[in-house]
C-alpha cells in the first residue's frame, strides 16, 4: 500500500516526465548568451594584444632613434622624416630653445621632438617622444 501511494505522489510523477520543450529552450538561449560574451571577451583581448604589439614596435623604434639622434656630436637645427619597411613614419624635428638665456654662454639648449606615426585599420595613430640636449656653439 505505501507503494502505490509513493507513486501518486505529485513530486515523483513531475520528476519522472524530464524537461518540456519550453525548458529546454530557455536553457540554450541563456547558454547562447554566455557563449557570444565569453567570444567577445576572448577577441576584445586579442585586438588588446594587437594593438599593444604596435604600440610597443613603435616605442622600441622611436627609443632607439632617439638615442641615434641624442649621440650625435654635430647635431644642429634641422628636420628629418624617415620611413621604415614596417609602415612606421618617424619625423625628428631639433630646434634651438632658450636662446635668450644661453646668449651669454658657450652652450646652445636643443629641444628634440621624435614623433613617431603609423595606420592600422584606417585610422592614424602616433605618439611623441621630447627631450632636450646642450651642445656647444659653433665658433
Given at each position: 500500500?505505501?507503494?502505490?501511494?509513493?507513486k501518486?505522489?505529485?513530486v515523483?510523477?513531475?520528476?519522472s516526465r524530464?524537461?518540456?520543450?519550453?525548458?529546454?529552450l530557455?536553457a540554450?538561449v541563456?547558454?547562447s548568451i554566455?557563449l557570444?560574451?565569453i567570444?567577445?571577451l576572448?577577441?576584445?583581448g586579442?585586438?588588446?594584444?594587437a594593438?599593444?604589439?604596435?604600440?610597443?614596435?613603435?616605442?622600441?623604434?622611436?627609443?632607439?632613434?632617439?638615442?641615434?639622434?641624442?649621440?650625435?656630436?654635430?647635431?644642429a637645427?634641422?628636420t628629418?622624416?624617415?620611413?621604415t619597411?614596417?609602415g612606421?613614419?618617424?619625423?625628428?624635428v631639433v630646434?634651438?630653445t632658450a636662446?635668450?638665456?644661453?646668449?651669454?654662454?658657450?652652450?646652445?639648449?636643443l629641444?628634440i621632438?621624435?614623433?613617431?606615426?603609423?595606420?592600422?585599420?584606417?585610422?592614424?595613430?602616433?605618439f611623441?617622444?621630447k627631450?632636450m640636449?646642450?651642445v656647444?656653439?659653433?665658433?
Amino acid at each position: 500500500m505505501k507503494h502505490k501511494e509513493l507513486k501518486r505522489c505529485p513530486v515523483f510523477t513531475n520528476a519522472s516526465r524530464g524537461f518540456t520543450l519550453l525548458e529546454v529552450l530557455v536553457a540554450m538561449v541563456l547558454l547562447s548568451i554566455a557563449l557570444v560574451a565569453i567570444f567577445e571577451l576572448f577577441s576584445a583581448g586579442l585586438r588588446g594584444i594587437a594593438r599593444s604589439d604596435e604600440v610597443t614596435n613603435a616605442v622600441i623604434l622611436a627609443e632607439s632613434k632617439m638615442r641615434e639622434v641624442l649621440d650625435d656630436d654635430t647635431l644642429a637645427e634641422k628636420t628629418w622624416t624617415e620611413s621604415t619597411e614596417d609602415g612606421y613614419q618617424i619625423v625628428t624635428v631639433v630646434r634651438s630653445t632658450a636662446d635668450d638665456r644661453t646668449e651669454n654662454l658657450q652652450i646652445k639648449l636643443l629641444e628634440i621632438n621624435l614623433t613617431v606615426s603609423w595606420i592600422k585599420d584606417s585610422k592614424e595613430r602616433s605618439f611623441t617622444l621630447k627631450t632636450m640636449k646642450v651642445v656647444n656653439k659653433p665658433v
